[in-house]
């Protein structure tokens, strides 16, 4: 492993698409294609249904590298127009020809008061996008607010509402780097000022995703390193801190859900996150986000930052509202020392907002 010393970020690399949408969890697929969830948004100009309302979630194709990437729509994935039923897709894994994806649901529509998330739903494709399923193997159906419980959903009403904001650890393409055979899933560890700000783990075995059962819960680490596992979500442990005072809690609280990529080049586990910048009444985007970076030689840590920015202003922007940095595992140099993070941006433009869009930029690695 070569030690990680710090992190720069490129400003004059900034690129930006236009298109309509946010959060932009990826996985590598075994075809050589990146997938990406996209939340709340129309997706790109010219694709179907950019004209239109758009969807709490959509799931799309990318061709090809930074700074000049494609992307395409999938037509096989079910049609989630927003706020019908309020799915948002956020971790997503790519295992052989199957694609998995996390959608978070809140306890009840974000319009109502006290909203927050509250549960996570898992979905499958057998066939890289083409068509997708429910967790049980049956036809994929959104069930409305009265039909979700632990039976439906992969989490619902856990302790603290943890495991309601699921990342997914990403190593190489087609998960290629993994050697133990298991999914790792990090989460916060609640909804509130004091838990949010702590990341929890959980994993399965790869031929195990669609089985609460075979998940096990981050319990600690040992002595010489490893990390005990339980099957009692009661007993999880924080496997990582993050910075207090970065928690919104006006609009439903978001904030502090990773990224993590595995480095193979240099034989690190590299973490982005972020927390909200908040206004003196806790409304969310009321200043520039948090943006930081920690490595760590297991996933389980330890975690060691890297590197924080208290106001990510990309391009020196002090209007900037950035969030969900995201480490796309195929936009990692060869060499394991830079790659391509990935953004959203809720600022003010023209007068408007939300200003979505999908922005990236090179990020130089530097190291011991």
């Known amino acids: ?42 997706g790109w100009p010219g694709m179907p249904g950019y004209d239109g309302a758009g969807w709490n979630t959509r799931v799309y194709a990318i061709d090809g590298d ?79 607010w009265e039909e979700r419980s632990r039976d439906t959903m992969m989490f619902f009403d856990e302790p603290g509402e943890c495991f309601s904001l699921l990342s997914i650890l990403q190593m190489g393409r087609d998960y290629e780097h993994n050697r133990d055979g298991f999914v790792y899933i990090y989460a916060p560890n609640g909804n509130a000022v004091g838990t949010m700000n702590q990341l929890v783990l959980a994993r399965a075995p790869v031929d195990g995703l669609l089985d609460r059962s075979q998940y096990r819960f981050f319990a600690g680490r040992r002595a010489d390193g490893g ?29 502090w859900q990773p990224s993590i990529v595995y480095n193979a080049p240099l034989g690190v586990y590299l973490m982005a996150n972020w927390g909200m910048g908040c206004d003196a009444d806790g409304m969310w985007f009321g200043r520039p986000s948090y943006l930081g970076f920690w490595t760590a030689p297991q996933p389980w840590g330890p975690w060691t930052q890297v590197h924080e920015e208290p106001a990510w202003t990309p391009g020196g922007d002090l209007a900037a509202r950035c969030y969900q940095p995201q480490i796309p595992p195929k936009w990692i140099g060869r060499d394991g020392r830079s790659f391509w993070l990935v953004w959203t941006d809720f600022q ?18 530097l190291t011991s």
């Open 66 to 144: 930074a700074p000049e990437p494609t992307f395409e729509f999938l037509p096989g994935y079910p049609d989630l127009p927003v706020e019908a039923n309020c799915y948002y897709g956020f971790g997503i894994i790519a295992l052989g020809r199957h694609i998995y994806e996390f959608l978070s649901t809140p306890n009840h529509r974000f319009s109502e008061p006290d909203a927050r998330f509250a549960g996570a739903k898992l979905i499958y494709s057998p066939d890289l996008g083409r068509s997708w399923r429910n967790q049980d193997g049956g036809a994929l159906r959104w069930e409305p």
């Open 1 to 42: 492993m070569r030690g990680i010393t710090g992190i720069r970020r490129l400003d004059d690399t900034i690129r930006r698409t236009a298109c309509n949408g946010d959060n932009w969890h990826m996985t590598w697929a075994a075809d050589g294609r990146q997938y990406t969830s996209l939340c709340d948004g129309r």
């Open 227 to 255: 990390a005990s596992w339980s099957d009692d979500l009661a007993q999880r442990a924080v496997v990582c801190q993050f910075p207090d005072g970065w928690v919104n809690t006006r609009i439903h609280p978001y904030a």
């Open 348 to 365: 003010v433009i023209d007068g408007r907002r939300p200003f979505y869009s999908f922005n990236y930029q090179q990020v130089e690695i």
